[in-house]
């Protein structure tokens, strides 16, 4: 089974300032799709970002963005210009692109912490 | 479209009941899964339907738990002769073929005394 590892149990950030994630995973497919989703406290989790493997572009949602290093397995999200909404659970998923890519493998999370 | 609704959001029951939950995914989704989320943890496949067919399930899933989903819509998830190491969050999630990114539910928090 693929796995998905984040390093970081907690970060924290100045408020307006840059923050970055790291999460790497281990898999022997070629063609997957990688997402960082957001939990905050007490709420439901939504999708921050996501990335096809195949494409080599970073992705970018505003103010959030990638850095996908496909050879290196690295999946890094980062946040500029923090804001005290971004407070939260972040973890980092994988899912195989194949025909039996049903399911996702989640990391353990990092807590961030903004600090105004 | 209200989003992926779960009942109910709390549950606490004594050691040895029988508890179900449920999961209204997104209309128009055909695909939906089950996770358990333990506190410091990420979300830990349970299983997946697509339609009514359960096409996979964790080998880490008891033979205590068994879900449904019949006519594709809504699916229950039910433990049975619960233990205290089933205290978690119950996620569902729902999504389209051909979408990548799958929708949650709020989860239903066990509490198993």
Same mark, same amino acid.
């Given at each position: 089974?693929?796995?998905?590892?984040?390093?970081?149990p907690?970060?924290?950030v100045?408020?307006?300032e840059?923050v970055t994630?790291?999460c790497?995973?281990?898999?022997?497919?070629?063609?997957?799709?990688?997402f960082?989703? =957001?939990?905050?406290? !007490?709420?439901?989790?939504?999708?921050?970002?996501?990335?096809? $493997? +195949?494409?080599q572009q970073?992705? /970018?949602e505003?103010?959030?963005?990638?850095?996908f290093?496909?050879?290196?397995?690295?999946?890094?999200l =980062?946040?500029s210009d !923090?804001?005290?909404g971004?407070?939260?659970?972040?973890?980092c $998923? +994988?899912?195989?692109a194949?025909? /039996?890519?049903?399911?996702f493998?989640?990391?353990?999370g990092?807590?961030?912490t903004?600090?105004p | 479209?209200?989003g992926?609704?779960q009942?109910?959001?709390?549950?606490?029951t004594k050691?040895?009941?029988?508890?179900?939950?449920?999961c209204?995914p997104?209309?128009e989704?055909?695909?939906?899964y089950?996770?358990?989320q333990?506190?410091?943890?990420g979300?830990?496949?349970l299983?997946?339907?697509q339609n009514?067919?359960q096409?996979?399930?964790?080998?880490?899933l008891s033979?205590?738990f068994?879900?449904e989903?019949?006519?594709?819509s809504?699916?229950t998830?039910?433990i049975q002769r619960?233990e205290?190491?089933?205290?978690?969050?119950?996620?569902c999630?729902?999504r389209?073929t051909?979408?990548?990114?799958?929708?949650?539910?709020?989860?239903?928090?066990?509490?198993v005394?």
């Amino acid at each position: 089974a693929q796995t998905v590892t984040q390093s970081q149990p907690e970060m924290s950030v100045q408020e307006a300032e840059t923050v970055t994630l790291s999460c790497t995973y281990d898999t022997s497919e070629s063609d997957y799709y990688l997402f960082w989703y =957001k939990q905050p406290p !007490s709420r439901q989790m939504i999708l921050v970002i996501r990335q096809e $493997a +195949y494409k080599q572009q970073n992705a /970018t949602e505003n103010r959030f963005s990638v850095n996908f290093q496909k050879a290196a397995k690295s999946f890094s999200l =980062k946040i500029s210009d !923090s804001q005290l909404g971004d407070a939260a659970m972040y973890f980092c $998923a +994988y899912r195989s692109a194949g025909s /039996t890519g049903n399911q996702f493998y989640f990391g353990t999370g990092t807590s961030l912490t903004v600090i105004p | 479209d209200t989003g992926v609704s779960q009942n109910p959001r709390h549950k606490i029951t004594k050691r040895g009941q029988n508890v179900t939950f449920r999961c209204d995914p997104i209309s128009e989704h055909n695909r939906l899964y089950w996770y358990r989320q333990t506190l410091g943890q990420g979300p830990e496949f349970l299983t997946y339907f697509q339609n009514e067919a359960q096409l996979e399930k964790s080998r880490l899933l008891s033979d205590r738990f068994s879900a449904e989903r019949p006519k594709g819509s809504f699916s229950t998830l039910e433990i049975q002769r619960t233990e205290q190491g089933d205290s978690a969050m119950y996620l569902c999630a729902s999504r389209s073929t051909g979408y990548n990114e799958q929708f949650f539910g709020p989860g239903t928090r066990l509490t198993v005394l």
